[in-house]
């Protein structure tokens, strides 16, 4: 598809159970990203992927969240034993990437969104 | 730690009418970005400020960037009632390419 798609658009649990989020990024995007976006809180950064491997990790709120990324491509992110805090919208975006090492010389971050995924935990 | 503040948090503005948002930030960055989010929608990118004194325009908005200040406003010029949503300005980290994010601004145009 041409933009960011993620599954499911909606997800209930209840408090304690296991939710998988699925992010399939823009074709070639070599850069993901998780994001959340709750009320209180309003948009926070989650996680970083560069291809398969996550450089930064430093948003996510605990050890039960975990995110993977395989083949470069589409991404999940695992809450396990989910707290009703955790209740937001979780989105996604890709970008083409970051390439060369050197700030100076690496291309912009522009980065495209997905429409979420909202988690609600009863 | 990176910090983004956004000002007004809420506007309410009549059609017609010219207002400016305020976006500080509180460590140095080059990279500043403009989203727009609607309703159950998710972020719509607007616009890219690259270095200090970047201005771009699009519409009845126009961005600016003020790497120096730490500062970028976002500039609605005779407001119409389709630029009524949520904006957000987003400052790409030093440290990596994350965002910090703004609380955004939201916009209401009344008749």
């Known amino acids: 598809g041409a933009g960011v798609s993620q599954s499911p658009s909606n997800k209930v649990t209840e408090k304690g159970k296991d939710v998988e989020l699925r992010c399939d990024p823009i074709s070639g995007h070599t850069a993901l990203y998780w994001y959340r976006q709750s009320l209180g809180q309003g948009l926070e950064f989650l996680i970083y992927?560069?291809?398969?491997?996550?450089?930064?990790k430093s948003g996510l709120p605990s050890d039960r969240f975990s995110a993977e990324r395989t083949g470069g491509s589409v991404s999940t992110l695992t809450i396990q034993r989910t707290q009703q805090e955790d209740s937001a919208v979780y989105l996604c975006?890709?970008?083409?990437?970051?390439?060369?090492?050197?700030?100076?010389?690496?291309?912009?971050?522009?980065?495209?969104f997905g429409p979420g995924t909202r988690l609600t935990v009863l | 730690e990176l910090k983004v503040e956004q000002n007004p948090l809420f506007l309410s503005m009549q059609e017609g009418k010219n207002y400016t948002i305020y976006c500080n930030y509180s460590?140095?960055?080059?990279?500043l970005y403009w989203y727009r989010q609607d309703p159950g929608k998710s972020l719509e990118s607007l616009f890219v400020?690259?270095?200090?004194?970047a201005v771009k325009q699009e519409g009845r908005l126009m961005a600016s960037l003020d790497t120096k200040a730490r500062l970028s406003t976002l500039h609605i010029t005779a407001a119409v009632h389709d630029l009524s949503a949520t904006y957000f300005c987003?400052?790409?980290?030093?440290?990596?390419?994350?965002?910090?994010f703004g609380k955004g601004t939201s916009l209401l145009v009344t008749p």
């Open positions: 400020l690259l270095s200090n004194g």
């Open positions: 987003a400052v790409e980290r030093n440290s990596g390419y994350a965002l910090n």
């Open positions: 975006a890709s970008s083409s990437g970051t390439g060369g090492v050197e700030r100076r010389v690496r291309s912009y971050n522009e980065q495209f």
């Open positions: 992927f560069q291809g398969n491997s996550a450089p930064d």
């Open positions: 460590t140095t960055s080059d990279r």
